[in-house]
């Protein structure tokens, strides 16, 4: 099913060898978190979605505020997105540098979160200037969560300083 979604999108034949992005199965269990910015329903595993909780009142007490972006994609989700963004002239090299192919998504293990805050654009390098990307540099590793892709991943994937995830 994999192969197919990706000869359909375009995906080269050699994503995720030689040091690209690992491949990641769907969360067998979800509870939900809450909508996120747009209203939608996010899920997460349950252990994630304790730790998110734990982790947003530790945030608010400290006066910052998180908001949940996206959790949980799927993997039909992940081939959409990128439908998406191939039906508005992307190319698959540009769309891959800013999210993984279907089956390679960290998201797809329902613990992975894209995080906001007000005041500054959603999804945007400007996270990194904000007073909850300060708060998560000290704070998230308590709750199990890190950063999944610095400046200069090994996995090529664009600096992203509002995805943050749980590695256990």
């Given at each position: 099913m994999l192969r197919e979604?990706?000869?359909e999108l375009g995906i080269p034949d050699d994503y995720g060898?030689?040091?690209?992005?690992?491949t990641f199965t769907e969360a067998p269990e979800l509870v939900e978190v809450g909508p996120n910015l747009v209203g939608r329903m996010q899920r997460l595993t349950p252990v994630a979605a304790e730790r998110w909780t734990s982790?947003?009142?530790?945030?608010?007490?400290?006066s910052v505020m998180l908001l949940l972006v996206s959790g949980f994609r799927s993997i039909d989700y992940q081939a959409r997105l990128i439908r998406k963004?191939?039906?508005?002239g992307?190319?698959?090299e540009e769309i891959l540098r800013v999210n993984a192919a279907p089956g390679f998504s960290e998201h797809h293990t329902g613990m992975a979160v894209d995080i906001a805050t007000p005041g500054s654009?959603?999804?945007t390098e400007e996270f990194e200037d904000t007073e909850a990307f300060n708060w998560l540099g000290k704070n998230a590793e308590r709750f199990g969560f890190s950063m999944t892709y610095p400046r200069d991943n090994p996995w090529g994937f664009i600096y992203e300083p509002w995805h943050w995830s749980i590695k256990d």
């Open positions: 979604l990706h000869q060898f030689d040091g690209g992005p690992p982790m947003t009142s530790a945030a608010t007490a400290d963004k191939i039906n508005a992307q190319s698959i654009r959603p999804l």
